[in-house]
C-alpha cells in the first residue's frame, strides 16, 4: 500500500469522530487499492463491492437524462450509521466511508474527504 494511501486512512481514523470503516475502490474493476475497518465484523471491502454497483447505478442514470452532471458523492443514512460514497472528480476511484451517527459529525466528515479526494487520482 502506498504512504499516501496509509497516511489517509489514518487521517481519517484519527480525525473523523465515529470512524468505523474506509476503503478507496476503482470504479471499472472493483479492484480495492486499501481498506481499513475499526470493527472486525465490518468489511470494508464488501461492502465497496455492493456500492459499487450504487455508483454505476447512478451513472448510467445521469448519463439516460442527458444530464451535463458528475457525481460527488452519495449520502447512505443507516438506523445508526452514515455511509459516504466520495466519487473522484473524474469518476475512476470512488472512497467509500463508514461511521457512526451518533459521534459523526458530516460536514467535519466531508471536509477532511475533500482534503484527499484531489490527491486519489494524482496518487494512484
Known amino acids: 500500500m502506498s504512504d499516501f494511501l ?14 468505523i470503516a474506509v476503503s478507496v475502490t476503482e470504479v471499472e474493476t472493483g479492484m480495492s487499492y486499501s481498506s481499513l475497518s475499526l470493527d472486525p465484523n465490518f468489511d470494508p471491502e464488501l461492502a465497496s463491492a455492493y456500492n459499487l454497483e450504487v455508483v454505476k447505478a447512478k451513472m448510467k442514470a445521469i448519463n439516460a437524462l442527458g444530464l451535463n452532471e458528475k457525481i460527488n458523492d452519495i449520502l ?3 438506523t445508526n450509521q452514515l455511509h459516504i460514497i466520495d466519487v473522484s472528480e473524474d469518476g475512476k476511484y470512488f472512497i467509500y466511508l463508514a ?10 466528515t466531508r471536509a477532511v474527504l475533500a482534503k484527499f479526494k484531489k490527491d486519489i487520482v494524482s496518487k494512484l
Open 6 to 19: 496509509q497516511n489517509f486512512q489514518n487521517d481519517l481514523k484519527e480525525n473523523i469522530s465515529g470512524f
Open 99 to 108: 461511521v457512526d451517527s451518533s459521534r459523526a459529525n458530516l460536514g467535519m
Open 76 to 78: 447512505i443514512t443507516l
